[in-house]
């Protein structure tokens, strides 16, 4: 990647070489033709495509590659080209999407501009929409053929411009703000005393964020100014909106300070509107607020801390009246998805800023960072938080859900009684509060887990802390709140209604299924774990609806007369 200096100091050479002389891997000159916009355009794509997958780099328009002399090289962009538009043209046309950044240069040659096109480097393969694509060997785009394809996979790892080095003495780029509260969150999360007590530059020497005497781009993160941030990390900043409506909002902020700054002021504007409740329990009060303080630090880290920074963008907060929204630039990685980022294994797309924050005691590199979140919310019998990926950002919702101490006293009661309450069980729990029943299915997809694990869950649950009881055998088994739990829940009433409820699904159960077939005894009590009497009591119940005995004794069948 050139920068604008660089770029400026190869443009004197002109009058000695030709543009192509100055070319290679991470530099092309491209010609801004007397071709129609499109074609421009399209060419401006299939460039941005063969930087992306060659690793990155710089593409100036507006020079002719082949021509010496500076005052006929320099041919130049017209001013009426937008750089806005071009951002966007190669952004949908690219395969998965690229944003490049445009500098622009002024020159006395020609239309008096020229145009560079940043390409920054991402995890290929990229593609033009119609599956097309080249790749930056050297100073020529070749076919990226399926060959070349596997090979780039198989050798190459993705870039994390988190670890570049920034050759600048870091005394100049430091923000004593930051770093002080840097030391406030270690002590708050218990980080050994051998680490905070170390000055500045041992401290950030022990943490790998200072090499020799310069900072990493993920140190400058972390620890440094404003002004150093926004010119060595463009990309980065952050957003909070206080929102009114859907598209109105009362109250903004905008930064580009360090990461822990802007954790404090995003934790800041949140607790403004965070409603508390107490609870008496003795002497002692505890408090709890509507978005739990750990859920808030792990999803605000999490954002920060595996943003694309690839991409112009910022880690929104949005702050509706019954719901937070945090998203940030990028999408999902190595194969996460919402349907299985609980527990699937961690990737991070920043290692080393990532590594930077674990070795602070900031965050936990285990994959338990989500784990946390989810449990934070659920233990005070709150709704999980909803991840979706929505186009080349990741969102995050947390509901506005009030506190259920019933259900925290459940979880105490079951937890003191020697019991290990995971994840899973208060996911299946939570979803019971909500639904009368879950079969197994369900229960692998509320805990994204397989068939297999979501039945030892059941069975858990069921078996060992007498919070779930079943219905039904075989495939038409499913399961409900126990007595005790809903005594703990929802109250008697509730429980009593539950029952009624049962029976009356068991009603409908049979009614369709005695639509398709004819069904016997043992089959209703196979299907609902009733006795004998009570399938013959529920069949009498649903004569008025057109069932009827057919045969005697074991040779009894139920029908349904569609007359």
Not at 482 to 497: C, D, I, S
Request: hydrophobic share 40%.
């Amino acid at each position: 990647m050139k920068s604008k200096i660089e770029i400026i100091s190869l443009l004197d050479q002109l009058d000695i070489v030709v543009a192509d002389d100055l070319e290679g891997q991470d530099l092309d000159f491209k010609e801004w033709g007397n071709r129609s916009l499109n074609d421009n355009l399209s060419l401006m794509v299939k460039m941005a495509v063969c930087m992306a997958n060659g690793g990155g780099g710089t593409v100036v328009f507006g020079v002719a590659d082949r021509v010496r002399g500076k005052s006929k090289a320099l041919i130049g962009v017209p001013y009426e080209v937008d750089v806005l538009t071009l951002q966007k043209c190669v952004y949908e046309r690219s395969e998965p999407h690229i944003t490049p950044v445009f500098e622009e240069i002024r020159i006395f040659e020609g239309t008096g501009r020229i145009l560079l096109m940043h390409v920054y480097p991402g995890i290929p393969p990229y593609t033009l929409t119609d599956g097309a694509a080249t790749i930056r060997q050297g100073k020529d785009c070749i076919p990226f053929t399926g060959t070349l394809r596997r090979q780039l996979v198989e050798t190459t790892g993705q870039v994390d411009l988190t670890a570049e080095i920034v050759y600048e003495d870091w005394k100049d780029n430091i923000s004593p703000s930051a770093v002080e509260r840097i030391r406030e969150m270690m002590s708050a999360e218990r980080a050994p005393d051998g680490l905070k007590d170390l000055n500045d530059e041992d401290l950030l020497s022990s943490i790998g964020a200072l090499k020799g005497n310069h900072l990493t781009k993920g140190a400058i993160l972390l620890v440094g100014r404003p002004d150093a941030i926004a010119r060595l990390v463009p990309e980065y900043r952050w957003s909070y909106r206080k929102m009114m409506s859907d598209t109105d909002y009362s109250h903004r902020d905008d930064g580009t300070q360090a990461i822990p700054i802007a954790l404090h002021e995003l934790e800041r504007f949140i607790a403004v509107d965070n409603p508390m409740v107490t609870i008496e329990s003795g002497l002692v009060h505890p408090e709890f607020s509507t978005y739990p303080r750990i859920a808030l630090r792990e999803a605000l880290l999490n954002a920060f801390g595996h943003r694309d920074f690839r991409m112009i963008g910022a880690v929104m907060l949005k702050h509706y009246r019954d719901k937070l929204i945090i998203t940030n630039p990028g999408q999902f990685i190595g194969g996460i998805t919402p349907l299985n980022i609980l527990h699937h294994p961690p990737v991070a797309r920043n290692n080393h800023l990532m590594d930077l924050l674990d070795r602070l005691k900031l965050v936990n590199r285990s994959n338990l960072g989500v784990s946390r979140i989810y449990r934070s919310l659920l233990v005070e019998g709150k709704e999980p938080p909803i991840y979706r990926e929505v186009g080349n950002h990741i969102e995050l919702t947390f509901t506005a859900s009030p506190l259920n101490t019933g259900f925290m006293n459940l979880i105490n009661k079951v937890t003191e009684s020697n019991q290990l309450v995971d994840v899973d069980h208060l996911l299946i729990i939570q979803y019971l509060m909500r639904h009368e029943d879950i079969d197994t299915h369900n229960a692998a997809l509320v805990t994204q887990r397989s068939l297999e694990q979501a039945r030892e869950l059941l069975s858990r649950l069921a078996h060992n802390m007498n919070l779930i009881e079943s219905v039904g055998r075989g495939r038409g088994r499913y399961y409900t709140l126990t007595r005790t739990a809903y005594e703990h829940l929802k109250g008697n009433m509730t429980y009593e209604r539950q029952q009624s409820l049962d029976k009356e699904a068991i009603k409908i159960r049979l009614l369709s299924i005695l639509r398709e077939r004819e069904l016997t005894n043992r089959e209703i009590r196979q299907m609902t774990g009733l006795t004998s009497k009570q399938v013959q009591r529920v069949i009498k119940d649903l004569v008025t609806d057109g069932v009827k005995v057919i045969g005697h004794g074991m040779g009894a069948r139920y029908v349904l007369n569609r007359e």
